[in-house]
């Protein structure tokens, strides 16, 4: 199989270019936000306790708040992944009586167990009387923006954008089609709120949400923004009365962003962040490697190898399960933490069906180290992301590819 690996190789070099260009903008937006706010060596110690005066959340908040253009920010390690980022978001936002839109179809399935939009009984559309509504997307998985138009009322208080797939078989959305969604919510009524959930997208385009009129921009720091170095933690960004809502929803009213300890090493949140514009091209030179890999192979891949990119995420169609098991098993073995391990699918908590998750990441589920998942039903889509350098990634993809074949000709 070299040979094949070289002619991957050799045909898709000319797409990098593309991506160091998008990456050394990225690098220098995020250097001078570093240098404008002075960011120091006691930015990195953190506090104890109650967190009062707490200079390294300040200014970390700062941070994210002035890269991705957005009034304020809140980034903490309370906040325990991205979905919890988003819950929290709705509920400092979203009253009882009032309505959430989804403008994306229906939720990834752990935001959608939060919710309840499932189990009616349970979760937080029913217990606190908030009305919600999905968006079906058009034939093509693209927003409709025309069924949008019509289902926003004087009821609807938020609109949430999903930005990437999550299990669904449709592209990721780039930075012009939310403008597009914003445009519509925003010319119905100035004052409903857009909510983005950002996650896997961070950094792929020079420009954030947040800079085509999203209120506020929501992501997990074990993606992206963490440049894989940051232990856990979520972030939310946009404009500064939503901001203190969220904080509120988070810690309590009259509390608000003004209290929390830093609970972790700072310099790791800050060094992360720093380091994610790199780390985040990388990722997308990996994702470009194995589809390109894998079309050549017979697979069916989305998105395609020269098809333009708004998110880290790639998907392989296996169309049989010991197959997509297989491949899981080979890339946990080839990983460098765990690899003694042997995925198996099993019932998570917040999923509808049986997922397989391979991964052997220094940060636990960390999703900007190279890793994949899969609801094992057919047919057998898998997902791959991150990849915290192209040529591990080359590395492991290779020898996942080859132990797979091997499998195959027995």
């Not at 929501?218 to 904080?247: D, F, H």
């Not at 391990?341 to 991964?359: F, H, N």
Request: some cysteine.
């Amino acid at each position: 199989m070299q040979k094949l690996f070289e002619e991957v190789e050799n045909e898709i070099t000319h797409l990098f270019l593309k991506l160091n260009k998008i990456s050394s903008f990225n690098h220098e937006k995020v250097l001078n936000a570093f240098r404008e706010l002075n960011i120091s060596e006691s930015c990195f110690y953190g506090s104890t306790g109650y967190g009062y005066g707490d200079l390294s959340r300040e200014k970390l908040d700062s941070l994210y708040a002035k890269v991705f253009k957005g009034e304020d920010a809140v980034v903490r390690t309370q906040f325990v992944s991205g979905t919890h980022a988003i819950v929290k978001s709705i509920m400092g936002i979203v009253r009882p009586g009032e309505e959430i839109i989804s403008a994306t179809g229906t939720p990834y399935d752990t935001l959608s167990n939060a919710l309840g939009i499932y189990e009616r009984n349970a979760g937080l559309l029913k217990d606190f009387n908030i009305l919600y509504k999905e968006i079906p997307l058009t034939s093509e998985g693209l927003p409709d923006l025309e069924n949008l138009k019509c289902a926003l009322s004087s009821r609807t208080k938020l609109v949430l954008i999903q930005r990437s797939r999550g299990y669904q078989n449709r592209p990721s959305l780039s930075i012009k089609k939310i403008e597009s969604i914003v445009k519509t919510v925003k010319d119905f009524n100035q004052n409903i709120v857009c909510l983005v959930d950002n996650c896997y997208g961070e950094f792929v385009e020079n420009k954030e949400p947040t800079e085509v009129g999203a209120d506020l921009v929501v992501g997990s720091l074990i993606k992206n923004p963490g440049g894989s170095l940051a232990p856990t933690g979520g972030y939310v960004v946009g404009k500064q009365e939503l901001i203190e809502k969220v904080a509120s929803s988070l810690t309590a009213p009259g509390l608000g962003s003004s209290i929390g300890a830093s609970l972790t090493d700072p310099r790791l949140l800050f060094q992360g962040f720093f380091m994610a514009p790199l780390v985040v091209t990388e990722a997308l030179k990996g994702a470009i490697y194995t589809a390109c890999l894998y079309e050549k192979l017979g697979f069916e891949v989305s998105p395609r190898y020269d098809e333009y990119r708004t998110d880290i995420v790639q998907a392989i169609k296996f169309n049989d399960q010991e197959l997509l098991e297989n491949f899981c098993h080979y890339l946990q073995r080839f990983s460098p933490v765990d690899s003694m391990a042997v995925p198996e699918a099993s019932w998570l908590p917040g999923y509808r069906d049986k997922i397989i998750m391979a991964g052997g990441t220094f940060i636990q589920g960390s999703s900007i180290e190279l890793s994949a998942d899969a609801p094992v039903k057919p047919p057998y889509w898998l997902y791959l992301q991150g990849g915290i350098s192209y040529e591990y990634t080359k590395i492991i993809i290779n020898k996942t590819t080859e132990k797979l074949f091997e499998k195959i000709k027995k």
